[in-house]
């Protein structure tokens, strides 16, 4: 028999309050590992979702950052429009590898979701496959004519239309049917959810003639950005957005957030701490005369140091166990939470618990194990079996 | 015979507040192996006291104490663990068992502490002496009285001490129960332990060898017929 198990089998003397400090381990160790779970997979869910659109640099109507940032990768209406013509103009640049203009619009649906919702649409040309070579159909075709009357439907929303390739779609308030010539494969990205129909009939249709929503880029060579966005200076009408922009610019948002969670779990890992040491304290006071006659009998100071230490360091163990488990089993709840809560959320797994950080959350709470019973073991250690043994009588 | 035991003029005062109280005023005496001596007296008398140091439990104000030919006077506490561990058994009138733990894990403490391999063999032996052997798996808070002094006697045992110290090792027990751990008692002092028990209890001090009284923290001599005061 090991120090280790007479710790272990001590915790089960008062189980309720075992329990219940086991518990605020716990809590503490589940609110961590989901909020830096929640970091990781929110960056990683932006960077794919920045990623997936293809382009480094958009050039947009000018207009709040803020505002166009969020727009873009999560479509809405209150679109600003540039003239067709400085597509023609940026062009000619050397430096661009690829580009492609779009025409965003979005259509009020009364019958959308039961309670009407907006559907986007969106007009792109054929460059628009070049920067996303990853796009591919479900079934169907590229539009057979750059001025047809027909649409391509975004994974999501075919499902939700319920249209297959052939199928005629009905544009409401607009009293114009399509014929859908293809339907694209999931990308993961909001793409998903977009009807998308050549530019040239968007801008007929839409009644927006030689009007454009944005211009994706990709640059032969990223370092050359900021000299390429310096020469967009002298366009009035536009501004230029990098990715990398965007990336922060969400970030910053998501920051405020992070920073009450973050104290949060400040604040329940102290409680937690408190408790253990309040529950340590309170078993070593209670067995003051059972640590006398364990000195009596031969122990030494490290031997009671140990004990009192061994059975922190379970407690902290075994809460952040179940603080892991508790983590997991709710990440799905906090997934839903954020995506109500945060100004953009990215498609995809926002909360990403890998077992690197399971593994360092239980070192973590071991190591509170470890600070919170220096304490109490240095108390029960410093007993004088003496005195310890006569407390009692 | 050897003494295993011996104790010059040992005092121990105690202050409270102005007042210094002499719980041990010159005590003299010493035990050899196989002897077993009672201590008897009043209430507040020293027993306890003195149990507390010649077991190196408590350092004595002056005097001197030997045990097994060493001086353990000015030992260090760490030194103190080893005579302990090595040379001194207790028995307690409350027994003091790790009440979470069984009977056998209870009895094993000492080797846990000691940090030696445990000895199955040797703890059968010690528990079938004491009449354990039966009861070993269960957690001794379900134990009777007297099994528990049982257990706690084995628990000294283990490290096979040369004294075995017992601070009223009967008080709470009954009648019977105390006859049978005092003929355990017995046993052990013919096999050569010396055993030092202070008690309130003066038919058990009376089957002892040696009486030694105390009172007010010193040795008096009295007569057999005055043994009751
Ligand atoms: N830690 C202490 N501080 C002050 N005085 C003490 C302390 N321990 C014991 N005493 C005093 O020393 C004297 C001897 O006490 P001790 O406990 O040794 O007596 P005892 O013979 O064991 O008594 P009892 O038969 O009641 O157990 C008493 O007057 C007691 O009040
Ligand atoms: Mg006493």
Known sequence: MKLFIIAFKNLKRKKT????????????????????????????????????????????????????????????????????????????????????????????????????????????????????????????????????????????????EQRRAGDKIFIPGIDKVLTVSGIFERTGTQDDGVIMLPLKTAQRIFDLEKKLTGIGIKLKDMTELPAFEEDLYDEASIQVISMAQVKGTIMNLISTAQILVTSVAFIAIIVAIFGVV?????????????????????????????????ETILICGLGGIVGSIIAILAGNSVEFFVKKLLPYAPEGNLVHITSGLLLLSLVGAIVLGLVSGIYPAYRASSMRPIEAIRSGE | MDNILESKSIKKYYHRGSETVKALDGVDFEIASGEMVAIVGPSGSGKTTLMNIISCLDNPTEGQLKIAGKDVTNYTESQLIKIRRENIGFVFQQFYLIPTLTAKENIELPFVFSKKSIDPQRINTVMERVGIQSKQNIQVNQLSGGDKQRCCLARSLMNDPAILIADEPTGKLETQVRDAIFSLFDELVQSGLAIFIATHDLELAEKTQRIIHLQDGKIVQREESSLYW
């Open chain 1, 278 to 310: 309040n529950t340590i304290l309170m078993s070593v006071f209670e067995r003051t005369q059972e640590i006398g006659v364990m000195k009596a009998i031969g122990a030494s100071k490290l031997d009671v140091f140990s004990l009192i230490w061994y």
């Open chain 1, 17 to 160: 309050r075992s329990v219940l400090t086991i518990g605020g381990v716990a809590i503490a160790v589940a609110v961590l590992v989901s909020l830096l779970g929640f970091n990781a997979g929110y960056q990683i869910a932006l960077n794919n979702d920045v990623d997936k659109m293809g382009y480094q640099v958009l050039v947009t109507a000018k207009g709040c950052p803020y505002e166009a940032a969020t727009l873009m990768l999560k479509g809405g209406g209150g679109l600003r429009f540039m003239e067709e013509e400085v597509f023609d103009r940026i062009v000619q640049d050397e430096r661009i590898d690829k580009i492609t203009p779009q025409l965003i619009n979005t259509v009020f649906d009364a019958d959308k979701d039961g309670g009407g919702g907006f559907t986007m649409f969106m007009g792109i040309e054929k460059s628009y496959l070049t920067l996303k070579p990853w796009t591919e159909f479900k079934e169907g075709e590229w539009f057979s004519d750059e001025n047809a009357d027909e649409v391509i439907i975004g994974y999501e929303a075919a499902e939700l």
